[in-house]
C-alpha cells in the first residue's frame, strides 16, 4: 500500500507516477526477497485530507505498507527497505528538482508478516 500527501503530486506536471516507483518495488521484492511477482499486488492512495507537523503545506509524507508471508530475516527485510528506501529518495529527487527546497517530505517503509495460518488465498498453493 503506497500512500502519500497530495502536494507531493502538485510539484510533478503530470500525475504522480505511482506505476513507476512500483514496478521498482515489485523488482526488488521479487529480486532480492524472493516473492513471486504475480503475488505483488499494490494498491495507492493520494490524500488531499492530512495535517503534517505544523499543517504547513511545506510537510509532506510517502509511506509504504508491505505486507507477506511471515518467514523472511530481520536482516533480509533491512536489505529491502533500504534498497526501496534508497530508490524512492533518488526518483522523487529525479522527477522534483530541488525537492529538499520545496518540501520536507518524510519518507517511511514498514513491513509487515502475515501469519500463515490466518491467511486464505484463491487459488490456493499459489502462495
Not at 102 to 120: A, E, G, P, R, V
Amino acid at each position: 500500500l503506497l500512500e502519500y500527501s497530495s502536494n507531493i503530486s502538485d510539484l510533478i506536471s503530470i500525475d504522480f507516477p505511482y506505476k513507476t516507483v512500483l514496478k521498482e518495488v515489485h523488482r526488488i521484492l521479487n529480486e532480492v526477497g524472493g516473492i513471486k511477482l504475480g503475488n505483488c499486488k499494490s494498491r495507492v492512495v493520494a490524500h488531499s485530507m492530512y495535517y503534517l507537523a505544523d499543517g504547513s503545506n511545506e510537510h509532506a509524507m510517502l509511506h509504504l505498507e508491505i505486507a507477506f508471508i511471515e518467514g523472511r530475516s530481520d536482516e533480509l527485510k533491512r536489505k529491502m527497505g533500504q534498497m526501496i528506501m534508497e530508490y524512492i529518495q533518488n526518483y522523487l529527487n529525479t522527477i522534483i528538482p530541488e525537492l529538499e527546497n520545496k518540501l520536507k517530505i518524510q519518507i517511511t517503509i514498514h513491513f509487515q508478516d502475515i501469519m500463515k495460518k490466518s491467511y486464505f488465498k484463491y487459488p490456493s498453493g499459489t502462495i
